[in-house]
Nanobody
Framework: VQLQASGGGLVQAGDSLRLSCVAS????????VAWFRQAPGKEREFVGA????????YYADSVVGRFTISRDNTKNALYLQMNSVKSEDTAVYYC????????????????WGQGTLVTVSS
């Protein structure tokens, strides 16, 4: 199983950024997937999750109204549209798969990508 995240970079506060994650090696379309993030010196935290069909989603309170999670099962891809980014959004962002619906803890997901760094300058 491989989850390849990309799209990170250096942006200014208020900008937008789109992260992508491409999966291989398992049946992506049948899996709940999510984004997590980890800032320096902090624990990995939940950002948002989407169910296998892409119909249902849930988010961390800190990103509601700014971030949107989506997926394209024809491309085995997961996305995170980040709008109005803030300095506190600076972190390594990880995609996760094979998750239990409703989980907000990293131990609720079985597969992990390598992460992509997002740095927001203020």
């Amino acid at each position: 199983v491989q989850l390849q995240a990309s799209g990170g970079g250096l942006v200014q506060a208020g900008d937008s950024l789109r992260l992508s994650c491409v999966a291989s090696g398992y049946t992506f379309r049948s899996s709940n997937v999510a984004w997590f993030r980890q800032a320096p010196g902090k624990e990995r935290e939940f950002v948002g999750a989407i169910n296998s069909s892409g119909v249902r989603k849930y988010y961390a309170d800190s990103v509601v109204g700014r971030f949107t999670i989506s997926r394209d099962n024809t491309k085995n891809a997961l996305y995170l549209q980040m709008n109005s980014v803030k300095s506190e959004d600076t972190a390594v962002y990880y995609c996760a798969a094979n998750g239990r619906w409703g989980a907000r803890s990293p131990d609720g997901f079985g597969y992990w990508g390598q992460g992509t760094l997002v740095t927001v300058s203020s």
